[in-house]
């Protein structure tokens, strides 16, 4: 295994390639501080897709023209440039989806509601996205199911005892997210996932906060399905990627049906298409699949365990200088290994809703809200939390700005 | 400056610290209470009618949320005093803007609008057009 590069990035360049960090709102430059929701998009990956769209545009799959066949190439490579990404055996376990939502939902549909019922158990985490919750919610009501769970400790970290005693041998499932959007924790998830194994269950991960800033190997994490989306990771919206062990995606029926994914069909009947093709009817979204890889090929350039470092890095900053303030509650673990990059935090006697809006005064982009976590915000006792969030191309110096820019809402709200 | 920092003019400020009307009723005419699920914000308007069972003789709001949606209830409080509930069905969400006084940006309109729909709702309520338990303002 070759050493893991740790060289700090070079910022001001890779800046660059992001024209619209550059632009200013009332005189003020933006501070981009919401990437846990979407990244920005850098030039190259905007230039494939337009590229994309000017030179090699056609529908994919049994076209006869060059154009469809260059188009079909692009679709079909865009595939084994994310398997080889995250480690899997090959395209027939990459599934593009819209976003991780909709890796969610095919695997609940797909499988949950054919394989669960009364008395079989889901297995999900107190800190999980609305994404996996509610489709989880949903599924169980449908079939009898139940859920439980994992409970989130007081540093904001799984209860692992308390995972053992729920994964027994009426779990069918697992569902856990790598990282949390609210707390930035990291999960322990191949542990999670051996624990599902022991008691022959599977294991489906978000790795939506993940996969975009530190390296993933679903094969090393065992993991049977893992979904994450593009646009959080450099990437185009539209496009996310659902992984899923071939033997699991081939016994699974089909989600959604239509054109492409059928091998033969009668009046009476279809059969269905090979692997990934079969989840992916109709029409699909080429010029953003051609995006991910390019997206793909720009952050293995810089490296991922640069990128992780860089972010650690910068959440440990801002983790110590939002504490320093005295007047700020943060939530989740202290920064390390454990966290990835965001803060989601709380000044004294404003409420998240205010700060946010006062930060915008500033051109200071941060998200403030539930984060798609309702129940964990019920269990943390806040309404609302703001949210930081970094990529590769922030700075210290961003940080910084929005540790002052707190004094004003002190100073409004005193 | 932008939206965001009209929208902290010193009345709202006022009127956010030092709310009017907060609190609760002896005997309101009609109680609603209404949330704003995704903010957290939540409100619980009492209203108080004269002999006439049309006219507003007292408002109490409280809860609790940012300080768009509670400065809004306050000033709504000590608005609606004397209003008819005909006249308080017909406000709508430019007459809160007004109110405030201030630019409200796009997010936060429902936080600006919550106390009014719930006053609004437990009119109805009151006057048997509605049935809801609760009032809920989503984006």
């Given amino acids: ?414 | 400056m932008g939206l965001g920092s009209d929208m902290y003019r010193q009345q709202i400020l006022d009127h956010y610290k030092n709310p009017r009307n907060y609190g609760q009723l002896e005997d309101p005419t009609f109680t609603h209470i209404g949330e704003n699920p995704m903010c957290g914000d939540e409100i619980r308007m009492d209203v108080e009618l004269e002999n006439d069972e049309e006219t507003i003789e007292r408002v109490a709001f409280s809860g609790d949320g940012c300080a768009i949606s509670q400065a809004a209830a306050s000033m709504l409080s000590t608005e609606l005093r004397g209003k008819t509930l005909e006249e308080l069905q017909a406000m709508d969400r430019d007459d809160i803007i007004d109110m405030l006084g201030v630019d409200i940006s796009p997010m936060r309109v429902k936080c600006a609008v919550l106390a009014e729909k719930v006053a609004q709702d437990g009119a109805a309520i009151y006057q048997g057009d509605l049935d809801v338990e609760k009032t809920t303002t989503e984006d």
Avoid at chain 1, 180 to 198: F, I, K, M, R
């Fill in chain 1, 1 to 414: 295994m070759s050493q893991r590069n740790l060289e700090p990035l070079d910022v001001a360049s890779i800046r660059e390639e992001f024209p619209i960090l550059q632009r200013e709102f009332d005189g003020q430059q933006v501070v981009y501080l919401d990437n846990a929701a979407t990244t920005q998009t850098p030039d190259p990956v905007v230039d494939a897709m337009s590229d994309y769209y000017r030179e090699s545009n056609a529908n994919i799959h049994r076209g006869i023209h060059h154009l469809s066949q260059e188009a079909s190439r692009l679709y079909e490579e865009a595939h084994d440039r994310v398997a080889e990404f995250i480690g899997a055996d090959g395209r027939e376990e990459v599934i593009f989806t819209k976003n991780t939502t909709e890796g969610e939902n095919l695997v609940a549909y797909a499988w949950g509601l054919n394989e669960l019922g009364p008395g079989d158990r889901v297995v999900l985490t107190e800190m999980e996205h609305h994404a996996s919750l509610v489709t989880w919610q949903q599924i169980a009501k449908q079939t009898g199911a139940d859920i439980e769970y994992i409970r989130v400790d007081a540093d904001g970290r799984l209860d692992m005892d308390h995972a053992r005693d729920l994964i027994d041998d009426d779990t069918a499932i697992v569902s856990a997210v790598h990282v949390s959007n609210t707390l930035g924790t990291v999960n322990p998830v191949s542990e999670l996932t051996d624990l599902a194994h022991e008691h022959d269950a599977l294991s489906f991960i978000d790795g939506a906060q993940a996969v975009p800033n530190r390296p993933v190997d679903v094969a090393a994490i065992d993991a049977d399905f893992y979904a994450f989306s593009g646009h959080k990771m450099a990437g185009p919206t539209g496009i996310g990627v659902l992984y899923g062990k071939q033997d699991l995606l081939e016994e699974m029926e089909p989600y959604l049906y239509g054109g492409g994914m059928i091998r033969k069909v009668t009046f009476e009947d279809s059969t269905w298409g090979d692997l990934p093709w079969k989840f992916e009817p109709g029409t699909p979204q080429i010029a953003e699949a051609v995006g991910l890889d390019a997206a793909i090929d720009w952050l293995e350039e810089i490296g991922m365990d640069r990128i992780e470092s860089h972010e650690q890095e910068l959440a440990r900053y801002a983790y110590e200088q939002l504490a320093a303030e005295g007047d700020v509650e943060i939530y989740g673990p202290e920064p390390g290994p454990e966290r990835g990059g965001l803060v989601s935090f709380n000044l004294e006697g404003v409420h998240a809703h205010d700060l946010t809006s006062i930060l915008n005064d500033h051109t200071i982009a941060v998200r403030a809200g539930d984060h798609c976590t309702q129940p964990l915000h019920d269990k943390l006792g806040v309404a609302a939390s703001t949210r930081a969030s970094f990529y590769v191309y922030n700075t210290r110096e961003e940080i910084d700005k929005l540790v002052a820019a707190l004094d004003d809402a002190r100073q409004l709200f005193a």
